[in-house]
């Protein structure tokens, strides 16, 4: 009989369909959302030409990127020059999004913070909108003399409020102008020195004797007698057939804890290191913040202190050397842990988000993000880091009338110049600013890093 | 009055309704106030009322529910393709006019259709030679050599072939049911379908193919039959997709479209894209983005009357076709001659298999081949033909359902 045949085409129809409007509404509800907010999505241009995209400005209330309107034009001015490139990313049609414009696109649309029924009243309205501005914790004069504090050579620099981890200042050199980036988009883009990348936040780089804060602060809470023990330092050591060489192969002699921190002697923190072991090791690392990702305003790159294997790992490890990785932004934690008490503040980029009339709508609030460190061992290494600078390594960060603490680093990399490294803040008995400096393949971090330091904090406190 | 009739009342003042509201929002569109869309409207009002009385006076019993689903589904098309391009639209005026016209037509004089149906040796030849000359002087369009021209006129000969071929299998397959006779058809559908594949014309070979294996299993019921179509159909897919590489461009498309979105997937994208942006309720009319879209006003028209119109729309108008489906498969089982079932289950499958294959393929629910969307689509073969398939199946219907 036929009919029994037409009724099974019948229900295979029905079911055929059935399946479409389920994936339909399966398309709707759950795979949308991620559809739409790609960069191809043109519609997206379009909803921004009906808005006025906010403003970035820093914490004194400066514009640092506008939306200008002239007639029916409208276009989007930086100001601060290629200090703020790699930090404020630029707003492009053809080229997307990068930085704060990229990180906070929806607050400057507006389209986050307004409720549905506003922005649907808006749209019967006709109303053009304005977006949020965005309020950064950036001294944008600071962050003009740091950046000019390069001079054009590759490295980067962080300096933060350790009481609130407000980030004060972010630089990644060489940078570039954002008001530039339709005229030079090929040269950014293929550039060598990588302008668009920003260094303080997504650069990796071994960091060498700045890192010995972190086996000094472990030692200091685990060796009950450090302070009476004397190193033996002759230059170089020995681990497992390895010699590691002390800077220069200077022989420091016997020495205290205090003389080996101000000269910054590898025997001494080799020994700590083995003394330890892996495991006290890896737990400070991570007491400060390695291997853990921080929830940031950027994307950014997570340290890394990979566990060690071997006695020679964990000796290298202990000098910031061996696969040992940090950013800038974390080496500025590190310090921001001495500074302050102990305490690593969360650290921020994004104050606050306001509607054009001011109001602000969206306030951070400070919090404490780790406590890798007891008061007294903050107090105990910011002695010996006073004594760096006033006596040891970092002379070159000194400035007369503000006590200084600091720590260098000269990193090594393989066939190339060592990284400069320098991490610090001042007043040291009463800390306004951590810095993290690292000029790349600048060689001493004593030499070249510290005066950049020095330069960014005396800006500040001046 | 019947209950029938308040029914058709209530489902025409709503098509009405809806007709004016839309080209109402056309006409305001513009400042000054274009009247344009207003006469177009009040015209396409006009023919469906002309049509629905003709339908209602002359019909046996009065049957006016496919015209008006279909007009349904018409007057969304037509504000849609005006709202993309003016002067296409007045070109499908005049298309679903002269549609309407051969629906009634095929309607009163389709019940003559008796010694039609032992000449499916003739129809079926014909289908094969118009396939063939498609192929000889054909031109291309969008990919596919499918268009003739003739005296100035451009028309898809495989659309008019679509109404040869389902009257070719019914007449074939209503006494011709042995394997025998199934190897002989299948012969005929693989002779088609590869004409078809030549045109590079994917999606309608599809069609047929699907069509042919829905004829052999309504005329058999053996569920061999379609297990052996489908397996044939995946060899094929897979074969195809190894050798030609435009078959390649489609499947990788569907498989990963974020690959090369300015260019292998760049319908597809913009197809999804603006079905996401239109959301439950749509952005409103005219107030979409069909620029972004290529082919807007024939394949890809569900796209932006999704955008548009919103999602339960699209779902509005994917169970307006799926009433008409259902209720010639309701037609066929209700009627006992085996010429009527055949035809009825057949030529319903096969607009259902062209609506499927189109909303499928821009949704990217299956690989994307352009065919039209039936009745919505901009296009005058389409549109003809659509509306002979559904004059048939309504000239068939009458007397079957109550």
Known sequence: ?462 | MTKASRYYRVMLFTLYLFLIICFLLLALRSTPFDPKPIYMGLGYMAIITIGFITMRIFALNGDAMLFLLSNFLCGIGLVMIYRVDEELAYRQFIWIAGGIAVFIVITFLFKYYGHMMNGYKIIALLSLVLLAVTIIFGKEHGGSTNWLMIKGIQFQPSEFVKILFCLASASFLKDHKQPRDVLIYTGFVLMVVLLLFIQKDLGTAIIFFLTGIVFVYTATGKPAYPAIGLAMLAVGAVASYLIFAHVRVRFDAWLNPWLDVPGKSYQIVQSLFAIGAGGLFGSGLGLGHPEYIPAVATDLIFSIMVEEFGLLVGLAVIIIYLLIFVRAFLSAMASNNASKQLLLTGISSMLAFQTFIIIGGVTKFIPLTGVTLPFVSYGGSSILTSFCLLGIMNSLSIGEVQ
Not at chain 1, 182 to 210: I, M, T
Not at chain 1, 332 to 352: E, L, R, T
Request: with cysteine.
């Open chain 1, 1 to 462: 009989m036929m009919k029994r045949n037409i009724r099974n085409v019948l229900i295979s129809t029905v079911l055929l369909f059935s399946l479409l409007i389920g994936y339909l509404l399966y398309f709707e509800i759950f795979t949308k959302d991620t559809l739409l907010t790609s960069d191809y999505n043109r519609r997206l241009w379009e909803e921004e030409n009906k808005v006025t995209r906010g403003n970035i400005v820093d914490r004194n209330g400066k514009a640092i990127a506008e939306t200008v309107t002239e007639g029916n034009k409208k276009s989007r001015v930086y100001h601060g020059g290629a200090s703020i490139g790699p930090l404020i990313g630029y707003n492009n049609k053809q080229y997307g999004r990068a930085g704060i414009e990229a990180a906070y696109n929806k607050e400057l649309l507006g389209m986050k913070t307004k409720d549905p029924l506003t922005l649907f009243k808006q749209d019967i309205l006709g109303i053009k909108g304005r977006g949020y501005d965005v309020i950064l914790t950036i001294d944008s004069d600071l962050q003009e003399t740091a950046y000019d504090a390069f001079g054009g050579e590759k490295g980067a620099a962080v300096a933060l409020n350790p009481k609130t981890g407000e980030i004060l200042a972010l630089v990644s050199s060489p940078g570039f102008d954002p008001d530039d980036i339709d005229k030079d988009w090929e040269e950014l883009k293929s550039g060598k020195n990588s302008p668009l990348f920003n260094r303080a936040v997504q650069g990796l780089y071994p960091p060498g004797s700045v890192f010995k804060i972190i086996p000094l602060s472990a030692s200091l809470e685990n060796i009950d007698d450090l302070y009476d023990l004397t190193f033996h330092c002759t230059g170089s050591t020995d681990v497992d057939g390895l010699k590691i060489k002390d800077y220069n192969g200077t022989a420091h002699g016997n020495i205290d804890i205090n003389r080996a921190v101000e000269v910054s002697c590898n025997s001494t923190f080799i020994n700590l290191g083995l003394r330890l072991g892996a495991k006290d090791m890896e737990e400070y690392a991570g007491k400060f913040g390695f291997n853990k990702n921080l929830d940031f305003d950027l994307p950014i790159k997570t340290s890394v202190y990979p566990g060690p294997s071997s006695k020679r790992e964990l000796a290298l490890s202990s000098i910031g050397q061996a696969d040992v990785l940090a950013s800038p932004l974390q080496m500025a934690m590190v310090a921001s842990a001495v500074a302050n008490d102990g305490h690593i503040m969360h650290p921020y980029i994004v104050k606050g988000i306001a509607d054009s009339e001011g109001k602000v709508n969206y306030n951070r609030q400070d919090e404490t993000y780790l406590l890798p460190i007891s008061e007294t061992t903050a107090q105990q290494i910011k002695d010996m880091m006073v004594n760096v600078v006033k006596k040891g390594t970092g002379t070159a960060a000194r400035i007369s009338g503000i006590t200084v603490a600091g720590k260098t680093g000269t990193a090594e990399v393989a066939g190339k110049q060592s990284h400069a490294w320098f991490i610090g803040f001042a007043p040291a008995d009463d800390p306004q600013i951590v810095v993290a400096v690292i000029v790349e393949n600048g060689g001493s971090g004593g030499k070249v890093a510290a005066p950049i330091a020095r330069h960014i904090i005396s800006e500040y406190l001046k």
